[in-house]
């Protein structure tokens, strides 16, 4: 009989959260893992330990008042902590598997680790927040630590190959130790696509502004002129009422993937829907486009962040070049409307390309294939 290669799975979320984002990305790897005859999963987590609000109280009252904030998330004090909790839950194993990095830079054991990521913490930092109200000694305190956790690990499972390019380029990584593995939806796949007809363009996010909702209201008024009929359904965060306002605009809600019935109205939104806007101004690998895609829905996002490694532009969706406004996503909206037959062939190569390139079947898949070798050159 074929000995098991053992896993600790350390991550900040519980298995109860399943829904999106990071809690659904956790539950979605850990359950393919799990589901591997050939790995023993060791579930750690969720490692949280509380913020000082304190700590969190200065940090804000000196941007406030001008002066420099810090990141209290990761101050010393607490990352010891998180490393204490994670050395109490862990058990002897073959390798450490570590969801995100930042919490985990003072986390080394035994064997082997590696960690998945979606973006380093300065790729975060800077598509996130003002960068100039923070600590540049704070700052730097938690990028040496990052950089010498990063270049220890066997291997870093990448997301995207642009979050692994950003981090080589902050850091000055070296390139033996990195594996693009990719990224799914945090939906199950639907049989088929299901799409009759209509003009229903779709917005989900949980940012309305940052994600560019005020450019995707806009632009669908543009479209309206020759296609009255065209809509916009807004999932997510809730538009301020003047947005509302405008014709063709409808607020669906916010659907918790985590509830049945929520769950299920989101997907049905998804299935009838024409083609997802995403005219972001901060991402990094937006599983959204992954998402609209399982159910035939092409999409229209910016030509930055990891968007370019999701869509095949005029093939599987709409790359608009960064600077965008309104008038470009309203021409590229004109031009899936404006071709039934060449529209048709594009959402059925997204569909083919999102179920069939990002799922976490083949995600897992590849990032078994690693752990195996990293354990292998231990034991030899």
């Known amino acids: 009989m074929v000995n098991?290669?053992?896993?600790?799975?350390?991550?900040?979320?519980?298995?109860?959260?399943?829904?999106?984002?990071?809690?659904?990305?956790?539950?979605?790897?850990?359950?393919?893992?799990?589901?591997?005859?050939?790995?023993?999963?060791?579930?750690?987590?969720?490692?949280?330990?509380?913020?000082?609000?304190?700590?969190?109280?200065?940090?804000?009252?000196?941007?406030?008042l001008g002066g420099k904030?810090?990141?209290?998330?990761?101050?010393?004090?607490?990352?010891?902590?998180?490393?204490?909790?994670?050395?109490?839950?862990?058990?002897?194993?073959?390798?450490?598997?570590?969801?995100?990095?930042?919490?985990?830079?003072?986390?080394?054991?035994?064997?082997?680790?590696?960690?998945?990521?979606?973006?380093?913490?300065?790729?975060?930092?800077?598509?996130?927040?003002?960068?100039?109200?923070?600590?540049?000694?704070?700052?730097?305190?938690?990028?040496?630590?990052?950089?010498?956790w990063l270049e220890d690990a066997r291997p870093i499972f990448w997301a995207s190959a642009w979050s692994r390019d950003q981090a080589v380029r902050h850091y000055g990584l070296a390139s033996g130790n990195h594996e693009v593995v990719g990224i799914g939806g945090n939906l199950e796949v639907p049989a088929a696509d299901t799409y009759t007809s209509g003009a229903g363009f779709i917005f989900i996010a949980q940012n309305f502004a940052l994600k560019g909702g005020p450019i995707a209201c806009t632009a669908l008024q543009t479209v309206r002129r020759k296609y009255p009929e065209a809509t916009l359904t807004i999932l997510g965060?809730?538009?301020?009422?003047?947005?509302?306002?405008?014709?063709?605009?409808?607020?669906?809600?916010?659907?918790?993937?985590?509830?049945?019935?929520?769950?299920?109205?989101?997907?049905?939104?998804?299935?009838?829907?024409?083609?997802?806007?995403?005219?972001?101004?901060?991402?990094?690998?937006?599983?959204v486009i992954i998402e609209t895609a399982y159910f035939g829905a092409p999409a229209i996002a910016p030509k930055r962040f990891a968007i370019p490694e999701l869509i095949r532009d005029r093939q599987t969706g709409v790359l608009v070049e960064a600077g965008f406004t309104a008038a470009d996503f309203a021409r590229e909206m004109l031009w899936l409307l404006d071709d039934a037959a060449r529209y048709r062939e594009i959402r059925r190569a997204a569909r083919d390309h999102s179920t069939?390139?990002?799922?976490?079947?083949?995600?897992?898949?590849?990032?078994?294939?690693?752990?195996?070798?990293?354990?292998?050159?231990?034991?030899?």
């Open 4 to 64: 098991k290669v053992k896993i600790n799975f350390i991550t900040s979320e519980s298995r109860e959260r399943t829904s999106g984002g990071w809690s659904g990305l956790s539950f979605n790897i850990f359950s393919h893992l799990e589901a591997r005859r050939e790995l023993q999963i060791n579930y750690v987590g969720p490692i949280y330990p509380p913020v000082s609000r304190l700590a969190k109280l200065v940090s804000k009252t000196c941007r406030v």
């Open 69 to 148: 904030g810090r990141f209290f998330a990761f101050s010393e004090g607490r990352l010891q902590r998180v490393r204490r909790q994670v050395e109490t839950a862990r058990i002897p194993v073959d390798y450490d598997f570590f969801l995100g990095v930042t919490p985990w830079v003072r986390c080394r054991f035994a064997p082997p680790y590696g960690a998945y990521l979606d973006a380093c913490f300065r790729t975060y930092f800077e598509n996130n927040l003002p960068t100039r109200e923070f600590s540049a000694t704070d700052i730097r305190r938690i990028e040496s630590a990052e950089k010498a």
């Open 356 to 380: 069939t390139r990002f799922t976490f079947a083949s995600v897992t898949r590849k990032i078994v294939t690693c752990v195996a070798a990293a354990t292998v050159e231990r034991r030899s």
């Open 237 to 287: 965060q809730e538009p301020p009422a003047e947005w509302l306002r405008l014709p063709g605009i409808h607020y669906a809600g916010y659907f918790r993937k985590s509830v049945p019935a929520e769950l299920a109205r989101f997907r049905a939104l998804l299935a009838e829907s024409f083609c997802l806007l995403h005219p972001t101004q901060s991402d990094m690998v937006p599983q």
